[in-house]
């Protein structure tokens, strides 16, 4: 005989458990204790460059074999996105048909469309690269032959999955060669958040969000971490101790590239449509993730209309290290501007340099991190970096610090919903920008 009693009285404490669960999950990802100090509101922030671009990177379409969207569905989703570029990083192999191949770069409908690849470097990782001729996946003669190769193609490239799976972790120190690190990879974070015991809440956050609208809110909710993460803390070792400066890869001599340590911080979206719905829609949609992570990159003058010329000038310019990368927002962000100024000739006297992120300046005396928006952005703290260690929180809407000393100091900056003390809610990342690097007064290089 059933004992409907018993299953009334199961169900009423699976009711209650998954409400505490849910709870749980809920609030711990909105709950932080900060310490913030004073923000600054500042009359003006560091000016803004004369041209800056927003677009993804490592982005799949049908030409992987693991990946069904195609180039026309992605330029309709970026152009909605107001995205002005994109990197596409799609798998290609000798048996690929040579005429998709043929053009490295396009404009479609306002939207630079760069045909990168994605090639795993045997005994290394895999590595993003744009204009490399090659057709296959993997590289079997090492880095020193494919270094090589970059050099003689005068390709851009950008260390994919650092941090990902035990079979993509990127070894070499420094990245030498590199001209970016792909430090935030949406698709492993995303992987390890629904590998966690917040599994249940995240895939009905996520399907709740596909059909409300909102997909791209609970897709970014994975980050809720911030840059506390693996990722981030590999990326700074690169720049510890980086006062002294190391050499740039060879063919790539300048005065920025020869003092800079490391290769740029960028975000990937791995991003691979796998499936139709029955609507004829994406999942994972382009749409979506293309208002999640971003990265915005500070250009010498507006692109041309040659696509090829323009995916150089985009790739030089993520070499420099004047990007910034944004999690939502693309638009409140664009508006962000970060540098290291030193003061002028007398207090009414405008600053004497502004360094941005990417940049070199020597420690003098007066010199200042600062950040902001030309608008008051609302509810903002800004968490700055040091070596790769943390300096500390100030509340916005503006930053204003003194350089203590020679370092590699890079900007955070998050929104959050309330304060109370040091209980802060909502704590959620917006902004991550590269560093600026401050050597010693004198000597070093």
Do not use: C
């Not at 590289?139 to 993509?168: I, Q």
């Amino acid at each position: 005989m059933v004992n409907r009693g018993f299953f009334r009285h199961a169900a009423r404490w699976f009711l209650v458990a998954a409400g505490v669960y849910f709870a749980a999950v809920y609030a711990g990802a909105r709950l932080d204790w900060v310490t913030m100090g004073e923000g600054s509101i500042l009359p003006a922030p560091p000016p803004a460059p004369s041209t800056r671009v927003a677009g993804a990177i490592h982005v799949h379409t049908r030409r992987s074999h693991d990946a069904i969207g195609t180039e026309a569905e992605l330029t309709r989703a970026a152009r909605a996105a107001g995205l002005d570029f994109v990197f596409l990083a799609d798998h290609r192999d000798a048996g690929s048909p040579a005429a998709e191949w043929e053009r490295t770069a396009l404009w479609e409908e306002g939207v630079l469309l760069v045909r990168g690849q994605e090639i795993r470097v045997e005994g290394v990782g895999k590595v993003l690269v744009d204009r490399v001729d090659t057709a296959v996946v993997s590289w079997t003669g090492g880095m020193e032959s494919f270094l090589a190769r970059v050099e003689r193609d005068s390709a851009f490239t950008v260390v994919a999955h650092p941090r990902g799976r035990p079979g993509d972790a990127w070894r070499p120190s420094g990245a030498p060669g590199m001209a970016a690190w792909e430090v935030f990879d949406f698709a492993d974070v995303a992987r390890r958040r629904l590998a966690s015991p917040s599994v249940v809440y995240h895939l009905v956050a996520l399907v709740g969000g596909e059909l409300t609208g909102r997909a791209e809110h609970n897709w970014l909710r994975l980050y809720r971490d911030g840059f506390r993460s693996p990722g981030a803390a590999a990326f700074d070792s690169l720049w510890v101790g980086s006062g002294q400066g190391r050499a740039a890869a060879p063919g790539r001599a300048g005065p920025t590239a020869l003092n800079r340590p490391g290769p740029t911080a960028v975000g990937g979206l791995d991003m691979h449509p796998k499936a139709r719905l029955p609507g004829g829609g994406l999942f994972p949609d382009y749409a979506s993730s293309l208002r999640t992570m971003i990265n915005h990159v500070a250009l010498d003058a507006p692109p041309g209309p040659d696509p090829v010329a323009a995916a150089r000038a985009l790739g030089g310019a993520i070499r420099r290290g004047d990007v910034f990368v944004s999690f939502g927002d693309t638009e409140g962000a664009r508006g962000f501007r970060v540098g290291v100024v030193a003061p002028g000739d007398g207090a009414d006297a405008p600053p004497a340099a502004y360094v941005p992120p990417g940049g070199v300046t020597r420690m003098t005396a007066g010199l200042r991190l600062e950040a902001g928006f030309a608008t008051d952005p609302g509810r903002v703290a800004y968490r700055v970096m040091r070596d790769g260690r943390e300096v500390g929180w100030w509340r916005g809407p503006g930053l204003a610090r003194a350089v203590d000393g020679p370092g590699a100091y890079r900007v955070e900056l998050y929104r959050y919903s309330a304060r109370a003390g040091r209980l802060v809610w909502n704590l959620r990342p917006w902004i991550f920008a590269n560093p600026v690097l401050v050597r010693p007064s004198s000597g070093g290089g």
